[in-house]
């Protein structure tokens, strides 16, 4: 069974700058892609960067130059690097391997921007 657990979230002031660590129970390169996501109630969940096997990671043109994805394979783990946060970052933060056909996301880590 594949697990993914988000950490890393919390409450950070405008301007400040947050990780998130994706751990995986399976090896990062058994997934074709890992990806994160963010949702708030207001909005649909939408990617925020992507990081494929035999590729290079990238991020939405939403976050480019902020948010910075990368995959730490010893450890079992995939990042983002979150610099210049606002509060429209403001949203709970997903996980997600994708392998073959078949999705397989964290439970999420909320991450709230706020003085």
């Known amino acids: 069974q594949v697990q993914l657990v988000e950490s890393g979230g919390g409450l950070v002031q405008p301007g400040g700058s947050l990780r998130l660590v994706c751990k995986s129970s399976?090896?990062?390169?058994?997934?074709?892609?890992m990806e994160w996501y963010r949702q708030d109630p207001q909005k649909q969940r939408e990617l925020v960067a992507t990081?494929?096997?035999?590729?290079?990671?990238t991020s939405v043109e939403s976050v480019k130059g902020r948010f910075t994805m990368s995959r730490e394979v010893a450890k079992g783990t995939v990042s983002l690097q979150m610099n210049n946060l606002s509060p429209d970052d403001t949203a709970v933060y997903y996980c997600?391997?994708?392998?073959?056909?078949?999705?397989?996301w964290g439970q999420g880590t909320q991450v709230t921007v706020s003085s």
């Open positions: 997600k391997g994708t392998r073959y056909s078949t999705d397989y």
């Open positions: 399976e090896s990062i390169l058994s997934f074709n892609v």
């Open positions: 990081f494929p096997r035999g590729g290079r990671p």
